[in-house]
Every structure is written in C-alpha cells, then in structure tokens.
C-alpha cells in the first residue's frame, strides 16, 4: 500500500523539509503541522517553509511559529534529503519554494481532483474531504500516537476543508474521523472563533465593499463579487482577509455557480475562485485558465484586466451551466 512506502521512505531519510501551495489555508496549515510531529516523533529533523505567511486566524494553532516563510529563508542554509508536498496539485503551486528544491526525494500528499502526479511517490485521493483525512490514515498506518496536538492540527485541516463540515466532500467518513479526534482536547467552538470569529473592523468594510460589487446572471444561476487592488490599499489589507468571501455568494438561492475576482496585489492578473452548488464542474472551468482544484471548489488566474478576466469566466461558467 502507498501509506506503507511513504512510512518506507521516512524511515530511510533524516532531514526533511516540509512545503504546500501559495496562500496556504486551514487544511495545509494543518497537515504541514501534524506531519511534522510524526517525522520528530519518528526521529527526524525536520523544516517547514512555506512562499507566503501563516495566515493570521491559524496562529494561533501550537507550533505554527515554526513555520517559516521563503522570504526570510536562505536557501544555502536548508539542509534536507527528502521533502514532504501537502495539498498541492502541482509542483509550480509551491510557488518560491521550488527554487529549494534542487536534490532529495520528494513525497506529495493530495486530494485535489486536478492533481499533476509528481515527485518519487505521489499519493492523490480525490474521494477525501482534505489531506487532513490522509494524514489520519497515515498515522493510523504509523506507529506514532495522535496526541492532543496532532487531533487539533487534524480537526482544524478537516474542519475547514469541508466548510464546517456543510459541503458535498463530507462523508460518513469524515464523521468518523472526527469523532475520533474530539476523544483529544479537541474545542470545537474555540477553534471557531479563533478561524471565523477574529476579523478586524477593516477586513468587515472591505468585504462591505466587495458585496457593494455583487452582480447576478440574468438566469440567476451564476453570483459574482470583486476586490481591487485599490479597494486592498484603500482598507490596508491583503488578499489573507478574503479567503470566505465567496461563501457569502455562494448562499444566494437559486445561485448555482458562485464566483469571486480579486486583483492581484503586486503583480497585474486576477485571481478567481469558484464554488458550485450544482453539478457544474468548476475544476474543468477552472482547467479551462490553467487552474484546477476541486469539482466544486477550484481557481485560476487570469494574466489580465479585471473587466477582460470578468467577461471570459462569465462567458465559461454561463456555457457549463447550459450544457449541462
């Protein structure tokens, strides 16, 4: 079995380093910490170096100091034999980080749909709500024990991939798992508030603003908001302080494609997330652009003005949603 190889190769190796995509979120945030714990419970030494921050509503978790960003990094001062990929359907996802990547043996652990198959084992379960659930079976695999650390890293990674637990991707499985880890000193409604609770007074007008953009299709079944580049400046924030934004659009009935534009904010180009309540696939939108993810979750990026980037997408997800 793959879960046996990959317990296979950690034991073959000593340093690792441990990376997931650009703009991590709850469930690689999560994974990159509860497999740090098995690889130092297993005896090994071990580096987390992500391209961008910890996105401030995950500091909170224990050990998330020890993530560390690309920027603050010196690449002759990184030192590992294999490397561990989280949630990552491609290795261009990583973005900076790659650069590190000259030698050693890489691991990728994935549950995206739109996975590229990469590196020396590649482990990809589209039918898991999260990597969080692999990471459970790997431990399950191991001999290493959970621990109270590891089922709030684990509960964290599952709980927000799944919407608190409210999309399709939630399985009788994911119950069971999770029933599991509220044995540890797991809070449910703690965790919560420190993820969804936390937003600052400016981060509520920003998204006060992105709603005042909120458009529909004429059929009602495709919703859209934006946020500019200056709508970030205007409020002193970053692209950190959207990541639910689409779920505000994606709660109007009758809405089956929900999509959110957001300008980049150094570089020209637009981001665009997609949500589907229906059986629109927006990973083959998503695919369409470049991007991927999940048949009902995915993105891109678009290396054009908003107003051009908005008339593509719409024109996509409009001819998904009559061809179904």
Excluded at 45 to 57: A, E, F, G, H, Q
Aim: proline share 2%; hydrophobic share 40%; net charge negative.
């Amino acid at each position: 079995m793959i879960k046996k190889q990959i317990l296979d190769a950690i034991k073959k190796h000593e340093r690792f380093l441990i990376s997931t995509h650009i703009n991590p979120d709850g469930d690689a945030i999560g994974c990159q910490l509860a497999m740090a714990k098995m690889l130092k419970a297993m005896g090994k030494s071990v580096r987390i170096i992500n391209n961008d921050p910890v996105p401030k509503n995950y500091m909170f978790l224990p050990d998330s100091k020890d993530i560390e960003c690309y920027c603050d990094v010196r690449g002759s001062d990184v030192q590992f034999d294999a490397v561990i990929i989280v949630d990552c359907p491609g290795l261009e996802r990583i973005g900076k980080v790659r650069e590190l990547l000259k030698n050693g043996y890489v691991i990728s652990i994935d549950h995206h749909i739109s996975n590229a198959p990469f590196g020396d084992i590649n482990w990809a379960d589209a039918e898991a709500s999260s990597v969080g659930e692999m990471i459970y079976d790997l431990y399950k695999s191991s001999d290493v024990v959970l621990g109270d650390l590891v089922a709030l890293f684990l509960y964290v990674s599952i709980m927000t991939d799944t919407g608190s637990f409210r999309y399709s991707n939630t399985t009788n499985r994911t119950h069971e798992i999770i029933a599991e880890l509220l044995k540890f000193n797991v809070k449910p409604k703690e965790i919560y508030a420190y993820i969804y609770e936390n937003k600052s007074f400016a981060e509520i007008k920003l998204l006060g603003e992105a709603l005042n953009t909120l458009q529909r299709s004429e059929d009602g079944k495709i919703a859209w908001i934006k946020v500019s580049r200056d709508m970030f400046k205007r409020n002193g924030l970053t692209s950190e302080s959207t990541e639910d934004f689409i779920d505000r659009v994606r709660m109007i009935d009758g809405v089956e494609v929900a999509i959110f534009l957001r300008e980049l904010e150094d570089v020209a180009g637009v981001k665009i997330s997609f949500r589907s309540k229906s059986d629109v696939n927006v990973n083959e939108i998503a695919g369409a652009f470049g991007g991927g993810g999940h048949a009902a979750a995915s993105g891109c990026v678009i290396d054009k003005p908003m107003a051009e980037s908005e008339s593509l997408i719409l024109e996509q997800v409009q001819k998904a949603i009559n061809n179904k």
